[in-house]
């Protein structure tokens, strides 16, 4: 089945700079890639999500590159803000079939 | 709109107990998922339901634990009898489509069983 590994467990940076927090995954017939924003206390919130069709998609602050060929994906947060920490999980899935979540990254931003 | 909503929020028990998790999916959605998230193993799938009908549940740990969703709006998780390593956080989510769409998870429920 799916394998999903995130890297790394923990990031911190300080604030307006950029973080990056890439994921792998093992079969290549996955073709939905979300991301998960998870703030204490609370369940995962979507926040940006990418099909295999697409290289790149970019909201706002928030952007996810897909590489196939390489069976891996990447969030990129600019310009980090306090509010943008959190714990980010990737996750990838196979047409209809299950969700499969990295373990998840801890991103702190220091003021 | 709500949001998928769960109850109870926390929930201490002493092991041998009986515990139910209930969870009211986004109204319209029609696939319902039960999750488990803990520090060691994170978030894992234990059923999924769509249009009511139980679809996967591999992920469920043994027979302790059972899932029922009687109608599109509410649906259970229960354990019994409870044991200590069951401590987590179960999460209940939706989606509109069989799958295909987009997750929607509630709140959680942090379950301690002592």
């Known amino acids: 089945g799916e394998n999903v590994e995130q890297h790394p467990s923990t990031l911190s940076v300080q604030e307006g700079d950029s973080a990056v927090i890439k994921c792998t995954y093992s079969d290549s017939a996955s073709n939905y890639f979300p991301w998960y924003k998870q703030e204490l206390g609370k369940g995962p919130q979507l926040i940006i999500d990418i099909r295999s069709n697409v290289g790149e998609k970019k909201d706002q602050r928030i952007a996810v590159t897909l590489n196939k060929t390489a069976k891996h994906f990447s969030l990129h947060i600019t310009e980090t803000q306090p509010e943008d920490s959190a714990v980010y999980f990737c996750?990838?899935?196979?047409?209809?079939?299950?969700?499969?979540f990295g373990q998840g990254t801890r991103l702190t931003i220091n003021p | 709109d709500a949001g998928v909503i769960q109850s109870p929020r926390h929930e201490v028990t002493e092991m041998g107990q009986e515990v139910t998790l209930r969870c009211k999916p986004i109204s319209g959605h029609n696939s319902l998922f039960w999750y488990r998230q803990t520090m060691m193993r994170g978030l894992e799938l234990l059923i999924y339901f769509n249009n009511n009908v139980p679809i996967d549940d591999s992920g469920m740990p043994e027979d302790r634990f059972s899932a029922k969703m009687p109608n599109a709006s509410f649906s259970t998780l229960k354990i019994q009898p409870s044991e200590p390593r069951d401590s987590a956080v179960y999460f209940c989510?939706?989606?509109?489509?069989?799958?295909?769409?987009?997750?929607?998870f509630g709140p959680g429920t942090r379950l301690t069983v002592l």
């Open positions: 996750a990838a899935r196979k047409g209809a079939q299950k969700l499969v």
């Open positions: 989510a939706s989606s509109r489509a069989s799958g295909q769409d987009t997750q929607y």
